[in-house]
């Protein structure tokens, strides 16, 4: 087990780099990657960095060389012989071949395209450019690049012994969480940290934490780089970006209605069993329940991502039960912000009424909260968004309008449209 705090204060930059590999990013963004490159491969998008914290300066905290050194080194990456043969010969989610010999041959002559970058009124402007495929691997190394370099800024002058505290203070109390959560009735958990963590180093040591504290009930992470090197199940299905691009992409308000439903469409002919998850809010989860096919129905669950929780869960349960299935065969994927109480909260809350699961992500891979002066290493909520597709503008919507992003215009089109009212705004954490 790699010592984390003699590593930092010892920092070689070749030795640690913040991205080590093109698979230490999300399993999930690989599918939609492999759905895109065979359905929208010429797509051209632009993604873009959103610091939804403005208090965080993250231009004042972050080295433009360190940060252009390591974006640079990124780019050098490609896939290596061990990688690809993980990829092509793993068995994922029950599957042999979950990733097809074209996609693969892609895969492993791909490099990261350029970026640009800009620094604007103590924020990095960051933004890429080009073909969706290619563009959309960004997200993930981009928001990791960002956040561990925030964190180094913070360490840089901390001595030795100090660092050996506060790493022991971290691996304490997230220890104490496991403990809270450990037991006969442990509710079922996988590591959604990536792309707010720490360190790699430090999500590292999470996984192994929780892969001995909750045995069984730890059901694997979103890294893939971790999830190979730990023998563990690589977790995660889809995200916001597809509706999002598919609805930029839409002649009329018909079409634009209908994207989010071509999307999963698109993603059932490729997937089957546990990869069929619908993640119904990007455009308000009650509008999109109430006029989904029938054929989502049967799908094996729902992620619930924003808004209230618990109102997610039972809009979802209301919904299969009109549709004449039952949701004690259904599954609640919960993923939003969550800590120890809100995990063990829902859990008791939907215990027999729904299979439960929960995507835990940064207050398990990043959670520093009171451990340095000033709290400089409290998580904030840093984001890396399609902003465009094809020269149109993507829209979010959420079931919390906090979250919301896109042109004042576009997201009151984009409500009139999907029949979005009144919603309750949240604070937006992490």
């Known amino acids: 087990m790699a010592d984390i705090a003699t590593r930092v204060y010892d920092h070689k930059w070749k030795i640690d780099p913040i991205v080590r590999s093109l698979i230490d990013t999300d399993f999930y963004k690989l599918l939609m990657c492999q759905s895109i490159f065979r359905n929208r491969p010429d797509t051209q998008v632009t993604f873009s960095l959103i610091n939804r914290t403005k208090a ?7 080295d433009e060389g360190e940060l252009r050194e390591q974006l640079d080194h990124v780019r050098s990456l490609s896939l290596t012989r061990g990688e690809s043969t993980w ?3 793993n068995m994922f989610y029950g599957k042999r071949q979950m990733f097809r010999p074209d996609f693969m041959e892609w895969f492993e ?13 103590g924020q990095y402007e960051l933004t890429f450019e080009g073909d969706w495929p290619e563009v959309m691997m960004w997200e993930i190394p981009a928001l990791a690049v960002l956040m561990e370099l925030r964190g180094r800024a913070v360490l840089k002058d901390m001595g030795r012994f100090e660092l050996q505290v506060l790493y022991a203070r971290a691996m304490t109390r997230l220890w104490e969480k496991i403990e809270r959560l450990r037991g006969a009735n442990a509710p079922r958990i996988a590591d959604f940290g990536t792309r707010r963590r720490h360190s790699f180093l430090w999500q590292d040591w999470c996984v192994q934490a929780m892969m001995e504290g909750l ?3 730890f059901t694997g992470t979103s890294n893939c780089l971790i999830a190979m090197r730990r023998d563990i199940e690589a977790i995660g299905t889809n995200a916001h970006e597809l509706p999002m691009v598919y609805a930029a992409l839409a002649d009329s308000d018909e079409e634009l209605r209908q994207a989010p439903y071509r999307v999963l469409a698109d993603w059932q002919e490729e997937h089957e069993g546990n990869l069929r998850i619908i993640l119904p809010d990007t455009y308000g989860t009650a509008g999109f329940l109430e006029h989904a096919p029938d054929w989502l129905a049967a ?7 924003s808004g209230d929780p618990v109102e997610g869960a039972e809009t979802a349960i209301a919904w299969w039960k009109s549709r004449g299935e039952d949701p004690r065969d259904k599954l609640v994927i919960f993923s939003d912000g969550l800590d120890v109480d809100t995990i063990l909260s829902l859990q008791a809350r939907f215990a027999g009424r729904v299979k439960v699961s929960f995507g835990w992500g940064t207050l398990l891979t990043n959670d520093f909260r009171g451990l340095v002066a000033g709290d400089g290493l409290a998580p904030f909520s840093l984001v890396c968004k399609a902003v465009s597709a094809n020269g149109r503008p993507t829209v979010k919507l959420s079931d919390n309008p906090s979250k919301a992003m896109g042109p004042t215009a576009e997201i009151a089109r984009y409500k009139q449209v999907f029949g979005v009212g009144a919603q309750v705004a949240r604070p937006v954490l992490v």
């Open 56 to 62: 965080i300066r993250m231009a004042d905290l972050v």
């Open 215 to 217: 045995g069984d009930a």
């Open 87 to 89: 990829l092509r010969g």
């Open 299 to 305: 799908w094996t669950g729902v992620r619930v991502d």
């Open 109 to 121: 002559g791909f490099r990261l395209p350029p970026y640009h970058l800009e620094k604007r009124d």
